[in-house]
Nanobody
């Protein structure tokens, strides 16, 4: 059974940082691309960042230069380092794997 479990969300002030983690089990993590998506209230889910098995990355324009996606194949975990956070980054952040599975999401709230 494939499981993706996100953690690391929370409340942070504008300009702050958070690091999200997504631990996976039951899947061939090391041979698939991984991605982070987010969904804000009343908006569609959108791709935030993606990383391939070889470490190639791509980002949404809105987070370029502020967010960094990385992976640790030995730990079957993907990370999202978020810096210079803005109120518009507030959303539920989801982990997604190449097999089409989703995590349960973790809430990120950026507010003073």
């Amino acid at each position: 059974q494939v499981q993706l479990v996100e953690s690391g969300g929370g409340l942070v002030q504008p300009g702050g940082s958070l690091r999200l983690s997504c631990a996976t089990s039951g899947s061939t993590f090391s041979i698939g691309a991984m991605a982070w998506y987010r969904q804000a209230p009343g908006k569609q889910r959108e791709l935030v960042a993606r990383i391939t098995t070889t470490g190639s990355t791509n980002y949404a324009d809105s987070v370029k230069g502020r967010f960094t996606i990385s992976r640790d194949n030995a730990k079957n975990t993907v990370y999202l380092q978020m810096t210079s956070l803005k109120p518009e980054d507030t959303a539920v952040y989801y982990c997604h794997n190449s097999q089409g599975y989703w995590g349960q999401g973790t809430q990120v709230t950026v507010s003073s």
